[in-house]
């Protein structure tokens, strides 16, 4: 089994540990907890470009800011508490166990990424790393999936495990691999479906790991 895998929200709590930052952010101005509302919705889960988010908080809220200063603060309280959701270790340790080749492949900038991998620990405990600033592309683009899949053996029983519909489902189905979906609670709303979803990473990892044939 080759089995890709998101990183922020999938195996990381990305965005709790953003939210975390962000209601620092909104005590240090004075602000209330719609402004902390706001800010996690124009970061859009890290997927607005951090200058651009930089930009839009010195707008509404910190003029005098430096746009530099704030987006170095911006990656580091990301950085600050980060971890892995809670059983993502172990479920990873047993696929790994049972012959799994673990792959992670994540949007986003090289050094943050890979911070972010050896804070938690998760560069020791994956085969291989996909980062597209690295390869150029990014997901859902298909030859992010063709890098990721590279660098494992042939193996005809390829997963993509991730949150995002859009990047991570239809990216990885698009590119021929099985989907798990981590809902975090949310509604499944495509026309098509998944191949498994659960609301948590462990949960989701744990069913993979039953749908692993064993070793020979």
Request: net charge negative; proline share 5%.
């Amino acid at each position: 089994m080759l089995l890709l895998l998101d990183l922020d929200n999938t195996l990381v709590d990305r965005d709790g540990a953003f939210k975390r930052w962000a209601e620092g952010f909104v005590r240090e101005i004075g602000g209330t907890p719609a402004d902390s509302a706001w800010i996690m919705a124009a970061d859009r889960s890290g997927y607005a470009p951090r200058r651009e988010l930089a930009q839009d908080l010195i707008t509404r809220y910190v003029p005098t800011a430096d746009a530099d200063e704030l987006v170095d603060r911006l990656r580091e309280g990301v950085l600050d508490g980060l971890a892995c959701y809670p059983g993502v270790v172990d479920r990873l340790q047993q696929l790994s166990e049972a012959g799994a080749h673990l792959v992670i492949v994540t949007n986003g900038e090289s050094r943050q990424q890979r911070r972010k991998l050896a804070q938690t620990g998760l560069d020791r405990l994956v085969d291989d790393v996909v980062v597209s600033a690295e390869v150029g592309v990014k997901k859902p683009d298909g030859r992010i999936f063709a890098a990721a899949r590279a660098m494992a053996p042939a193996d005809p029983d390829v997963w993509m495990i991730g949150d995002h519909v859009r990047a991570d489902m239809e990216g990885g189905r698009a590119a021929g691999a099985s989907t798990g979906w981590v809902s975090h609670g949310r509604s499944w709303t495509q026309e098509w479906s998944p191949t498994l979803i659960a609301d948590t990473p462990e949960a989701l990892l744990a069913r993979v790991l039953r749908a692993q044939p064993p070793q020979s």
